[in-house]
């Protein structure tokens, strides 16, 4: 069942600094989130998700209709975060190489030489993952997990910020083919940005396209600070008691639709919640931070669609005791 939590935590009585401002004094991620709600108006939730996925190490996959500031907020975060990033548009004849890189003869040196691809940067905006053909959406499998690719034989490692938000079509739309298992449980979150209200739809049509102001922005961190706070959310604590609730969570999961959440999604979602918490201002995990990101985590996963996924996981969230 969903309710409030009023745990608190409150720093070592020695006077050892807490975890928040451990990771605080490295710099503020919270002017990241200010930046971005200055480009993606009104959609704190889903900034902040992309973001904390990133801190989590994680990657996004976006399900919505065109037009509601996906690539806006993958230039966005790349940009407040001084990272490169690289868009690929996916289509139904897109190959692996065109992803990947491919080795070509050099002359000069009488030798193959690897050119690389456009997953070789920060961010890449994987645009309408499902319209391509498995072959070309697995290109992404190692990638995405291991932040390396093997082509011809060898292995070329990729930034250690290699961050993917990809996006997917809604399924009933033509064209589209269904992202496999493997694939979905290599996005730590899935999410909708949807349609703004109409106090912001309307500034939207009064001052024009936001991804203009997109190109403008100034990085506010940068990428050693974003691997800093990456690894010192380790030190965010989270409780036997939370440990105990997530466990039932992702048991149900598995209750409802076998296998459910793999070892390695519950991994991630662990990772995810201290970073909800940490950008809530604390240095422990309530289960407020669980119930905030768990159906990003698990909805995709039960059914392999963004929107339908997200109402089966408020489904078991009701289910399970909060303790």
Not at 54 to 73: C, F, N, Q, S, Y
Not at 92 to 105: I, K
Not at 116 to 129: K, R, W
Not at 133 to 138: G, I, L, M, N, T
């Amino acid at each position: 069942m969903i309710r409030q939590a009023t745990a608190t935590r409150t720093d070592d009585p020695h006077g050892a600094p807490s975890a928040v401002a451990r990771v605080a004094a490295i710099g503020d991620p919270h002017a990241v989130l200010a930046q971005l709600d200055t480009v993606l108006l009104g959609k704190r939730t889903a900034v902040q998700l992309a973001f904390a996925s990133l801190l989590a190490r994680g990657h996004v996959l976006i399900e919505d209709v065109p037009g509601v500031g996906k690539t806006t907020l993958a230039h966005g975060l790349a940009a407040t975060l001084g990272l490169d990033w690289n868009r690929v548009q996916f289509t139904n004849d897109l190959l692996p190489a065109d992803v990947l890189g491919v080795s070509v003869f050099d002359r000069d040196t009488n030798a193959f030489r690897f050119r690389p691809g456009p997953v070789f940067t920060s961010v890449l905006l994987a645009d309408e993952i499902n319209r391509a053909p498995p072959k070309a959406q697995s290109a992404l499998l190692q990638a995405m997990e291991e932040r390396q690719v093997s082509v011809d034989g060898l292995t070329h490692r990729l930034p250690e910020d290699f961050f993917v938000i990809a996006t997917q079509n809604p399924s009933e739309q033509l064209g589209a083919f269904p992202l496999p298992e493997s694939q979905l449980d290599r996005f730590l979150v899935g999410l909708s940005i949807g349609l703004p209200d109409v106090a912001t739809e309307r500034r939207l049509l009064e001052e024009g396209d936001r991804r203009a102001l997109s190109a403008t922005l100034a990085p506010v961190a940068n990428p050693k600070q974003l691997l800093q706070w990456s690894e010192a959310l380790q030190a965010v604590h989270v409780g036997a008691r939370l440990f105990d609730y997530l466990q039932a969570l992702i048991g149900a999961t598995r209750e409802h639709a076998p296998p459910g959440l793999s070892p390695r999604a519950g991994i991630a979602l662990v990772r995810l919640c201290r970073a909800w918490a940490w950008l809530e201002g604390r240095d422990h995990v309530l289960p407020d931070d669980v119930q905030a990101v768990f159906p990003a985590v698990a909805g995709h996963r039960l059914t392999g669609q963004v929107a339908s996924g997200r109402e089966a996981a408020l489904a078991l969230l009701e289910r399970v005791d909060c303790p």
